[in-house]
């Protein structure tokens, strides 16, 4: 399977940290047609266009080589890896991946049908709201986001421009809004501490 580096770099900014005992929410997750990767807090779906029947969570051990552009996911024996190629189809470098067993979340079922009311922008961790950039802002630094909200305490799913949707297969990004007291319990644990102003 061959699919764009930058989906597998976008993907892996949803991955949970390598210190999570969760170790299916650490790797990304290929379909036949999406690639995927959740945290428990954002999730991202997006199409890879590549024409594979190649299935897994996969662990990503490494960096990945800033000059790639391309990247093949090969089983060598018992071992998976990345292969990395540049503009030119050069080899530029390959990471270790570790195939993990498990059922994946599935990802169409964070969004539901039913909206309620939302009165208000809900409270978000300041990490999710720089996903975007993070994911995208390589190419696409000045990129307008929107926002659709299901409800005060439900998912939310970021909303893209055409170009972010062509470049990155359409992403779908949701991620998870903070309790709507918040802002009040981190005031109270200042006030306990006493260091409010």
Known sequence: MFIYTDLLRAALCCTASQED???ILRGVHITKTHIQ???G???V???????TELEGIFILHGDIPASAE???FQQVGSQWIAVHMDDYERPVGHNELE???GKFPDLDKLLTTEEEPCTEFPPFAAELLALPYRMFGKEFTSMPVNFKFFGP???CQVLFNAA???FYGDPVLVIMPMKSGVFELHRKAMAQKGETH
């Open 153 to 155: 305490e439900k998912p």
């Open 37 to 39: 990767a959740t945290n």
């Open 70 to 72: 391309g990247t093949g």
């Open 99 to 101: 195939l993990v067993e």
């Open 164 to 166: 972010i949707n062509s």
């Open 45 to 51: 779906s997006m199409a890879h266009e590549s024409k």
């Open 41 to 43: 807090i954002a999730a």
């Open 21 to 23: 005992s969760r170790k």
